[in-house]
Nanobody
Framework: QLQASGGGLVQAGGTLRLSCVASRRVFSNNAMAWYRQTPGKPRNLVATITTGDTTTYADSVKGRFTISRDNAKNTVYLQMNNLKPEDTAVYYC??????????WGQGTLVTVSS
């Protein structure tokens, strides 16, 4: 029910835009979020956006990443600017609460080279 895309290999300082399509039922009733995970580490919250477009960000990405949503397309985006090697991870989208998480899907890999 969640399809994340847009990852790839980029040099430090570069940009990527991730997209994630959800079902209408999930998207319309929930705040959405982007998470990221590196091997052997837990999945961490990157950014959230409510149905009213209120956003929050992890300190590590503030000022560089922007989360947005298109309600007509049931899609949440993550615009990533000034990427750093430490941003390298598999990125996932889901709802913003573990009480409403659905299947995570495969995520999309972002690799930032130095």
């Amino acid at each position: 029910q969640l399809q994340a895309s847009g990852g790839g290999l980029v040099q430090a300082g570069g940009t990527l835009r991730l997209s994630c399509v959800a079902s209408r039922r999930v998207f319309s009733n929930n705040a959405m979020a982007w998470y990221r995970q590196t091997p052997g580490k837990p999945r961490n919250l990157v950014a959230t956006i409510t149905t009213g477009d209120t956003t929050t960000y992890a300190d590590s990405v503030k000022g560089r990443f922007t989360i947005s949503r298109d309600n007509a397309k049931n899609t949440v985006y993550l615009q990533m600017n000034n990427l750093k090697p430490e941003d390298t991870a598999v990125y996932y989208c889901n709802t913003d609460s573990d009480s409403t998480w659905i299947d995570w899907g495969q995520g999309t890999l972002v690799t930032v080279s130095s």
